[in-house]
């Protein structure tokens, strides 16, 4: 039972474009979306959240999406950057249960190309 | 550098030996999880522990793996009579506080276990 879904297993685009990372989540208790990059042979590093009393999040170069009815959010990344190449994973949080824990999608593997 | 420190990085094993896997969290953090990925996958939760108990470990295998996370020294997970299914990156990530958020998760970089 795959509560959160990234179905798209990678992703390439032209440096300086825009970068567009999708994520589905069927748990409505979901209150909490992290998206966090990974790197290989290395830990995943947090990127940004979003409360789901919000419906935009940005920092810098990366804005996240959330659009509640849909039970979707997105991580837009715009210029994309040659060093932004890693695996993007979406992740969320039930936080009735008060424990933190984290639901992962699959991940998506982003390529930046110079 | 006072991040997550994991150990061992890469561990082998032979079918029906132990794994022991320990995770040093940052300075600071006395909440530990640990993840797993297996190969494809993302990662998946497993136990949720503060020092000298376990929180919740509804995504933990029911024989074979526990852990635990002493008053004093790293958290353990322990595998016992392991199986090639076990091959996969175990993680651990600490917190400074129950109910975080805003990115206070800090990931270690991960102990690879391959069981031949």
């Known amino acids: 039972d795959q509560q959160v879904k990234q179905n798209s297993p990678s992703l390439s685009v032209q440096e300086g474009r825009i970068s567009i990372l999708n994520c589905d989540y069927t748990n409505s208790m979901f209150d909490y979306f992290l998206w966090y990059k990974k790197y290989p042979a290395e830990g995943p590093t947090f990127l940004i959240s979003i409360s789901s009393i919000k419906d935009k999040n940005e920092d810098g170069r990366f804005t996240v999406f959330l659009n509640k009815s849909a039970k979707h959010l997105s991580l837009h990344i715009v210029p994309s950057q040659p060093g932004d190449s890693a695996v993007y994973f979406c992740a969320a949080s039930d936080g009735s249960s008060n424990t933190g824990k984290l639901i992962f999608g699959q991940g998506t593997t982003l390529q930046v190309k110079p | 550098n006072a991040g997550v420190m994991q150990n061992p990085r890469h561990l082998v094993r032979r079918r029906g030996q132990e794994a022991r896997l320990r995770c040093s969290p940052m300075?600071?953090?006395?909440?530990v999880y640990w993840y797993r990925q297996l190969p494809e996958e993302g990662l998946k939760f497993m136990v949720y522990l503060q020092k000298e108990n376990i929180i919740d470990e509804s995504g933990m295998p029911k024989e074979r793996f526990s852990a635990e996370f002493p008053k004093e020294g790293p958290s353990i997970l322990r595998i016992q009579q392991v199986v090639r299914g076990d091959s996969a990156a175990y993680f651990c990530?600490?917190?400074?506080?129950?109910?975080?958020?805003?990115?206070?998760?800090?990931f270690g970089e991960g102990s690879r276990l391959t069981v031949l």
């Open positions: 990530a600490s917190s400074p506080r129950q109910g975080w958020n805003t990115g206070e998760l800090f």
């Open positions: 300075k600071g953090h006395s909440h």
